[in-house]
Every structure is written in structure tokens, then in C-alpha cells.
């Protein structure tokens, strides 16, 4: 008997369980009514008298540890404590929320990607800048509008201590260290000193791009922004070049692309016109090359540059410039499945 009683409370002193479920079935092996331990105590009539005392004490205490243990386990159920008693591998498990990239961040790590296949690489230059970097190596006049404080963010009051207004500073600083063939794009956050409204904001983000090297034609240009347009926009998207004015390109041109919404039909999007204006671009200025080195005589480059907010609003339908900086989970959320 004595033997029995300390195998039992060897074995309650290890057990434990999962669920509730088991700790219902150890409470009723143990101490219900049809349990092992009043089972053992149904037989204690039959102990020799001499040893009655010693064995009722032994069982009384395994009464109470078995007791106790029942009831620890309970209560790490109901406390839900993360204890292996508390571990309730039945219950259904929590979502998981997939996180999001930003609008930005997305178009353009595809835009990357686009000018990627075109064996494009991709470099950065500093956001702040002076002025050679930013207007005068751009071929921009010495009394130009854009160097107005207006436009500019100057630091300091130092005027050759500015944010840069366009990523188009990253050019220069490429073509200052590298010699052609140079084929590349430049992301980056400019700076401009403007009101902030639905339309317009004083940080944003540009793509830069440049190729320069022996025989660059006006036909390269135009094909490798089809090409873009194409695969950014889709197979149907239609280009189209108005000319219009750059310091640092001649010829110089902006660029169109059909409307993705009508198909250039017309509608609200592109203003019933059929096109949406989404870069400027032209053939690099041979002062530009010059300022960087670069023998204007021998190559010929082109050059262009895109906002990302603004094609981000034209790919997703955004209606307000404002809400990519507002950091609005509802807003962000909305680009969970995207890559
Ligand atoms: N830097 C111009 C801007 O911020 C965009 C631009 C236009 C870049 C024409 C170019 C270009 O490289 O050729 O508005």
C-alpha cells in the first residue's frame, strides 16, 4: 500500500496538461469519487492495524497534494497564464497584419525596376547642396527665377547652402567622377519653399535620369520613355513630346502619356484633354557636359526627370499630395497587398 502511495504521488507531482479538457480527466483519474486515491482508501480497512497510522497520514497527504495539484492547474487555465499549463494549442491563432509599403516606396522601386531592364543603375547625392550642383553647372543664368528664395531653401543665409529643388544636382555630381558610358537614375527628396496644399508640398520626391555616351540620339530618348511609359502605365499607353524650355537641356520637352483612366477618350483625370503631363526631358546641353569635363564634341546625352507624387496620385487615384506625409494608417493600409 505504502509503495502504492508514493508511485501516485510521484506521478501527480509530474503531470500536466494543455487543455482544460485534461485537466478535467486528471481530476477525475485522482480524486473524484471513482478515483484511484478513494480507491486506495476503500482498501484501507484491510491494512494491518499496526500500520494504519503511518499509511492514513501517507494517504491523507497524497490526498492533498493531488488536491493541490488539480487546482494549480486550474488556475493557470483561468489566469490564462503563458505557463505550459496555460498553453492552449486548440485555440485559433491571432492574425497576423501583413505590413505595407509606402505609395511612394512602391512606385518607385518600380520605376528602379523599369530602368533596371535598360541596364540603368541607380546612385544618390546629397539633399543638401550648393549652388553649382543645384543651378549654375545646370547652365541656369546667374539671375534665373528658380534661385529666388522663393523657390529655394536656403540654410542659414548662406546662399551657397541650399535644400536641393530638383534631383537633377545628381547629375552633375556623377558626371563630375565618371566619364561616359554613364547610364543611370537618381531618387531622391527635394526641397522646394512652397505653400502646402492638395496639389503641392514643400518636401517631394523626384527621379532623376541620364545617359550619356557616343551617338545619343533624340530617338533614344523618345524610345526609352515609351518604353517606360509602356511598362509603368501598360501595353496601351501613347506618349507624346511637347517642346517646351530647360536651362540644362536643348532641345528640351515635356512628356505626356495617355490617360490610364479613358484611354484618352477624355474624362475628369486628365481634364478632357486625353493626356496626363508626368516628366520633363530633353538633350543635355553641351554647357552642362562642359561644366563636368565631359567632351561635348565626342558625346551626347539625354536627360529627364519625373515627380514621384505626382504618378503615384495618377496610378492609384490619389486625390490629395498631403496625405503621403500624414503617416495615416487607414491611408497606408490600403497598399498592404501591393509589393
Ligand atoms: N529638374 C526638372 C524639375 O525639377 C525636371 C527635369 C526636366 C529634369 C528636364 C531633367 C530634364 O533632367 O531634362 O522640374
Redesign the pocket.
Known sequence: MLDKIRALLDEISVVSATTREEVEELRIRYISKKGVINQLFSEFKEVHPDLKKEVGKALNDLKNAAQDKINALKEAFEAGADGQAGLDLTRPGDSVHLGTRHPLAIVRNRIIDIFGRLGFTVSEGPEIEDDWHVFSALNFAPEHPARDMQDTFFIEKNPDVLLRT?T?SV?IRVMEHTQPPIRAIFPGRVFRNEAISARSHCIFH?V?GLYVDENVSFADLKQTLLYFAKELFGENTKIRLRPSY?P??EP?AEMDVSCSICGGKGCNLCKYTGWLEIL???MIDPNVLEACNIDSHKYTGF???MGIERITMLLYGIKDIRLYFENDVRFLRQFESAI
Open positions: 530638383h537633377s547629375q523626384q532623376e530647360f540644362f537641356t528640351s520633363g526631358c530633353g536627360a529627364f526627370g
